[in-house]
Every structure is written in C-alpha cells, then in structure tokens.
C-alpha cells in the first residue's frame, strides 16, 4: 500500500478535525500478539513520533468497556486491527472492533486491517478458528444473538477493506511498509502548518523538480530568496509533504541565530543527531560532532532542513557535502544569499519569489478582513497597502494584521505615514512604522 521512492511533494488542503487526541488506534489480541508483532510495530510507530493508544489490559469476561475506550477510539484519526487466530475469541475484541466500525461508518474513520497469522476469507466468512469461537459465542450469548450477528457482520466489513496480509512475510519488512503507509497518510492529513497558505501551490510545483526522485548520492537544494519572502513556510510545507518517505528526518530551524549563540554548533549537531536517531544524542565538542554526523548517518536516507544559514561555516558544521549521508537523502537549506549556497555546492536552488497582485490582495484580505476579499468600503485602500508591500508575503501579513478591526480614517493615516517613509527595504519599513512606535502614535494603527 505504501511507497518508499522519493515521489515529491503533493498540494493537499485537507486537514482532519483538531478533536483528535491520537494518531492510530491499536486492536490486536493480546495473549496472541502482544510480545511479538504488535509490540514491534508500536516501537516503529512510535519512532517515527506517531501517537498510538494501545489497551492492553486483560480483563474478565463479562466485563463492559469502559467509556474512555470509547472515546479513544472516537478520538484517534485511524483504527489498526491486527487479527490473529484468536482475535474472534474475545467479545472485548469484537466490542471494540464494532465501535471501530460505527466510527468508519458515521465520521470517516480510517480502518486498516492487518491478516497476522490467519487467512482475510476466514475472518470476512468467519471459518477455521473463527467459526469456532462464533460457536461459542451463540452459546454463550443466547439471551442476545444479534449481538453475535452484529460481531459478524463488522468482521467482514473490516475485512474486506484495503489492508495487510503478513502470513509468511518478513515481519520487520512488513511493519516498516505499515509504519510508512500511516506516517505518509498523517503527513498530508496533519501539516504542521494547517492554515491555508496563498500561492504555496505553485512554489511547491516547482520544488517537485528540484527534489526529484532519483535515488543516487544525497541531494542539496536551495531555497534564497530577502527577507519576508516565505522560505521558512514553503520549507516547512516541503518537510511536512514528504518527511514520510525518509528514514529519519529533521527541521533545524534558526541556524542563523543559534548557530551564533554560545555552544550553538554543538546545541545544533546535538538536535540534528538527536531527532534523525530518535534517541538522545551527546556531542561533547563540535568537531568530534561533524564526525558523528558523518559516521551515524552516512548509510541513512535522511531529510534535512537547514533554516536560514547565512555563512558557509555553518554548513561544514552540519551539512557539509552529500557524503555524509545515506542515498536519496534530502538536505534542503534555506538562505537569503545565494552566494552561501553556490560556494558550498548547492547547484539546485530555488528563488524565492513575490505574490502576484493577487494572491497578495487575498492573503492580506485574510489577515485584515477575515476573509479572501477585501471588505466593499476598503477596496481601493487595500489595493493601496498590497501595493506597498510588493509582494511580500510577511509585509502583506503583518500589515493585514495591523489594519484589522480599524476605521477607514486610521487607514488612511496609516497609509500617508507610510508613504512619507523613504526608500528602504519593506520590512525595515515595518519594523519603524509599527514595533518602533511611540505609544502615542500607536493610537493612529
């Protein structure tokens, strides 16, 4: 079901519900498989930092499920049903699995079933062991036989759909394609960044071509570009699209400032070690950390996010050629000189560009008015600000923000206030025209 080749980033505007307290919900028998597959595929997910809630209590029969079962299931974004031999013969079993299949039915829940030790046509049909256990179930359950029936029909509900069948395969290769699948699945599901950003559809278009999907060395890509142009964003956007598909996967942002603090390399190379393992990391000096890096992460395909470097010395620090790591590895850097980038080799490099007219009229609409168009009596004023900021998306945003909720006469001072400013770059401009206020002028914003 899932795919392990670098594929490039996809534009997904979907975001699931923020009620959501867990990615995956774990159903398994436990006497079958708790100290053997479940138990691994639960350490997979969880180093890939994925949420999973697993019940594993033992439990009497006859006893009822609790309501905070319940609702862990209501409030996980998907459902993993390992069968096994015995899964049928837990009612506990078969209550949590018709819960699980209520929530498919009425939000969308996402049902993934895995076939461990037993064949998906006896589970759907219920034959071979699970025949068996149903007739202990009439048995037991005589005063309630559509209970009995109902466990059935979820059964071949959830059989049916799209899943994994690991009889005679390679338990660890298995685990690893699920592990993939779901954390693929939560990455264009859950973005990091789930506002809707304008314009990012087609930057990303672009950057498909320069991440591409060959599978060779370790690439570098640049993404340049002043000030306020959105390098951050987009590069966020990229890492939350594709980190998926690596190994291991790591955002550093800030190099720029940290990197200048006391002990920051070190602090850096700690971070960059640290989240890419998914274990704790001790570099004791800087250089000794290069030759970690090198040595811990030469034979791992790894995405990498350098943010804001601005001096080629950070990057022999962290990222200094693509043998330091595995192939089809990604380092992406962003920066504001190019001449950072081109000196350390980087050949695909992305610039950065303005908004047209407008995408930049409607993500200023979103933070001045709430909303993708201006207000009726703001119109031309708008237009007045958008053109001021040229394009900058941080421009565009910060001003939206200062004008929200104002009167159209403190629109226009603020505009004239602008405007008598000289030439200078725009958020310079904005650092004296709104954080540089004096409290008495702050009234005119």
């Known amino acids: 079901m899932a795919s392990t080749s670098v594929q490039g980033i996809t534009s997904s505007s979907s975001s699931p519900p923020p009620l959501y307290m867990h990615d995956v919900f774990l159903s398994f028998r436990g006497k079958d498989t708790r100290n053997n597959f479940t138990s691994h595929l639960c350490s997979n997910l969880a180093q890939r930092g994925i949420d999973v809630y697993v019940d594993d209590r033992e439990l009497e029969r006859g006893k009822t499920i609790e309501p905070a079962l319940w609702k862990a299931i209501e409030e996980s974004r998907f459902s993993v049903i390992i069968f096994s031999r015995d899964y049928a013969s837990s009612p506990w079993c078969l209550d949590e699995l018709v819960k699980i299949v209520q929530c498919m039915k009425e939000t969308g829940h996402t049902v993934l079933p895995v076939f461990y030790d037993v064949d998906p046509s006896e589970v759907a049909e219920q034959k071979g062991q699970y025949e068996k256990a149903f007739g202990e179930h009439e048995q037991n359950f005589k005063e309630n036989l559509e209970k009995v029936r109902n466990w059935k029909d979820c059964l071949s509900t959830v059989a049916n759909l799209s899943g994994w069948d690991v009889r005679d395969r390679n338990e660890s290769e298995s685990i690893k394609i699920i592990a993939e699948y779901i954390s693929y699945k939560l990455s264009v599901t859950l973005p990091t960044i789930s506002k809707k950003l304008v314009g990012i559809d087609s930057r990303l278009e672009v950057l498909n071509g320069y991440i591409g999907e060959e599978v060779g060395k370790a690439i570098f890509i640049g993404i340049c570009g002043m000030g306020g142009l959105g390098k951050t964003t987009v ?38 070690l640290s989240e890419i393992l998914m274990e704790r990391a001790s570099v004791w000096d800087s250089y000794r950390g290069i030759e970690m890096i090198k040595r811990r992460l030469r034979l791992k395909k790894i995405l990498l996010i350098l943010d804001d470097v601005d001096e080629k010395e950070q990057l022999e620090f962290l990222a200094e050629e693509p043998g330091w790591f595995g192939p089809g590895s990604r380092i992406i850097i962003t920066s504001r000189d190019k001449q950072v980038l081109t000196r350390n080799g980087v050949a695909r490099i992305y610039e950065a560009e303005k908004l047209n007219d407008d995408d930049a009229l409607t993500l200023f609409s979103q933070k ?25 998306p941080l421009a565009l945003e910060v001003m939206g923000t200062f004008m929200h909720g104002r009167s159209i006469l403190e629109w226009g001072s603020a505009i004239n206030r602008l405007n008598d400013i000289p030439d200078r770059e725009i958020i310079d401009v904005l650092r004296i025209s709104f954080d540089g206020l004096h409290e008495s002028d702050k009234k005119i914003f």
């Open 235 to 272: 590069a966020r956007v990229v890492y939350d699209r594709i980190r998926w598909q690596f190994e291991g996967s790591c955002f550093l942002a800030n190099v720029r400032e940290v990197f200048a603090e006391k002990d920051g390399p070190r602090r850096l190379q700690e971070q960059l």
């Open 368 to 392: 001045a008015f709430k909303n993708d168009q201006p207000a009726e009596d703001f119109v031309e004023l708008s237009k007045q600000v958008v053109g001021y900021a040229t394009g900058l």
